[in-house]
């Protein structure tokens, strides 16, 4: 029966929970606060250009900075010391030759390990040591010096290493198959 009574109540007073709601002119309202008129971007800045002004420049500045350190990193050898670079290019293919060479013996019969093959490659540290002070300082005789020492060193190493290994056996050259037939 409480139900009966409960359900009664509601019928009686139906009028009580129905309620008008808001018209159809306060929805509008909401409507237009709720989205407001979308603005361009030279709207939005107009309170906070100097800020954007700010944060421009520093963007502007930093993509400079970085493009003159890539630029001053990027310049080479060639670049600064003209009359280096026969010297350059004929250490380079004689000292590239003599690592060929050396790369043709099995690692076994090198026994180098990984650091001291590392240090027989032509641009290692002290080359990359040397080839910094030179950018530096492009007009320094001892400097130039110091180059052509290196690489007549370089060489020396490794014509001693190769004599060695001619020693213990012979390099075993792979051949292409036209050199083989005649």
Do not use: C
Not at 41 to 70: E, T
């Amino acid at each position: 029966m409480p139900e009966k009574s409960f359900e009664d109540f509601i019928s009686q007073h139906r009028p009580d929970f129905e309620e008008q709601g808001p018209g159809p002119g306060i929805w509008a309202q909401l409507e237009k606060e709720l989205s407001p008129p979308k603005k361009g971007l030279v709207h939005m800045l107009g309170r906070h250009w100097l800020k954007a002004a700010a944060v421009l420049v520093l963007v502007v500045n930093s993509v400079m900075i970085f493009q003159f350190l890539q630029m001053k990193k990027a310049q080479h050898l060639e670049n600064v010391s003209p009359e280096l670079q026969d010297a350059k290019m004929y250490y380079t293919s004689q000292i590239e030759q003599r690592l060929t060479a050396i790369k043709a013996y099995p690692p076994s019969v090198v026994g180098l390990d990984s650091s001291a093959r590392k240090e027989l490659e032509l641009r290692n540290e002290t080359y990359q040591v040397l080839e910094a002070e030179l950018i530096q300082n492009p007009g320094n005789e001892r400097i130039k010096a110091a180059m052509i020492h290196y690489y007549q060193l370089k060489m020396d190493l490794l014509d001693k290493i190769l004599d060695e290994l001619r020693e213990k056996q012979p390099a075993t050259q792979k051949q292409p198959n036209y050199e083989r037939e005649i």
